[in-house]
């Protein structure tokens, strides 16, 4: 069975700080894909990145950056200095190699940035 | 370049009604996902549509149905709508060479009562 599980529900930080969102997924396929998203307020997920399995370089893309560790199952993301604008709710999701793809996702951890 | 499309944004229904929800794929892309993400939840698989066909689905009774247009675009069904049917149903769409990752659009917001 695949499953995504993010254990942080909600984490509250101030702007500046930095912030580690984890994720630990589990799957018995050798290939697979693990995607962070962002759910603002509006509802739309919008896409962050996708990695894939065989890929375990860390990458950075500005403030954002993402650590993939295989031997613990886990993916997770910080993000430096954080602003009011980071404030959403974000998802990690397991996606496999089928044919056709789908998403599991974990439950999500909100994070609230104040001024 | 449009992005994925989703109508109606909001929609209420009452028990046992049959609703449709549509989406159209961003530009270029074939495949479109539909999932419902209930409240305080992360998104549940529906099902995938692939040259007009399903291709996978998800833990979804069959009162779940849905079609693809040749266009891409594509339609959800939910027939004898419960309570527990409430939720935000997102569509994605992707590519289906290359694994490509899943665009979603806004999402259309169904209220039971």
């Known amino acids: 069975a695949q499953k995504v599980t993010q254990a942080q529900t909600e984490i509250s930080v101030v702007e500046k700080e930095d912030v580690t969102l984890d994720c630990v997924y589990e799957?018995?396929?050798?290939?697979?894909?693990l995607f962070w998203y962002k759910q603002p307020p509006s509802g739309e997920l919008v896409f962050l990145i996708r990695?894939?399995?065989?890929?375990?370089q860390n990458e950075i893309s500005g403030r954002y950056s993402w650590n993939f560790q295989k031997s613990t199952s886990s993916f997770n993301f910080t993000i430096t200095a954080s602003q009011v604008v980071d404030s959403a709710v974000y998802f990690c999701?397991?996606?496999?190699?089928?044919?056709?793809?789908?998403?599991?996702f974990g439950t999500g951890t909100r994070l609230l940035v104040s001024p | 370049d449009a992005g994925v499309t989703q109508s109606p944004t909001h929609l209420i229904k009452t028990r046992g009604q049959q609703v449709t929800l549509r989406c159209s794929p961003k530009?270029?892309?074939?495949?479109v996902s539909w999932y419902q993400q209930a409240l305080g939840q992360g998104p549940q698989f529906i099902f995938q549509?692939?040259?007009?066909?399903?291709?996978q689905r998800g833990n979804f009774p069959d009162r779940f149905s849905g079609h693809q247009f040749p266009n891409y675009s594509s339609e959800l069904n939910v027939n004898a709508l419960l309570l527990g049917d409430s939720a935000l149903y997102l569509c994605?769409?992707?590519?289906?060479?290359?694994?490509?990752?899943?665009?979603f659009g806004p999402g259309t917001r169904l209220t039971v009562t």
């Open positions: 994605a769409s992707s590519l289906r060479t290359g694994r490509s990752e899943q665009y």
């Open positions: 990695r894939n399995s065989f890929d375990e």
């Open positions: 549509y692939y040259e007009e066909e399903e291709r």
């Open positions: 530009s270029g892309h074939d495949t």
């Open positions: 999701a397991l996606g496999l190699n089928t044919g056709f793809q789908k998403l599991v």
């Open positions: 799957t018995r396929d050798t290939t697979y894909y």
